[in-house]
């Protein structure tokens, strides 16, 4: 494992979102759009775990996204960041939820 000083961790920009609507998108396997509200503004933002979970779930709950990376597109569809998940040895992927009373776009460190 790669050691970094704390300083590079410091460049990213990690904030809680609450997902307002999730879709799959059509012609894909895996990715769901995600419009996701963090306070002050709103983004779209994709994520390739569809075959793991139906949009319906992430609906309504707040999560853990990385602000700060260059926009990319997807499927015709530009995501302006990433939501963050934990992932086992097998591939198995977790959401990791936030408590309700986490505001949408408080900062994550």
Known sequence: MELYDVSEFWKFDLRVGLVRKAEKLRRTRKLIKLDVDFGSELRT?????ADQYDPEELEGKKFIFL???????????????????????????????????????????
């Open 67 to 109: 602000l700060n990376l260059k926009p990319r597109e997807l499927s015709g569809v530009k995501s302006e960041g990433m939501l963050l998940v934990a992932e086992n040895e097998d591939g198995r992927v977790y959401l990791i939820p936030v408590p309700d009373e986490v505001l949408p776009g408080t900062r994550v460190w």
């Open 45 to 49: 933002i994709i994520t390739g775990i």
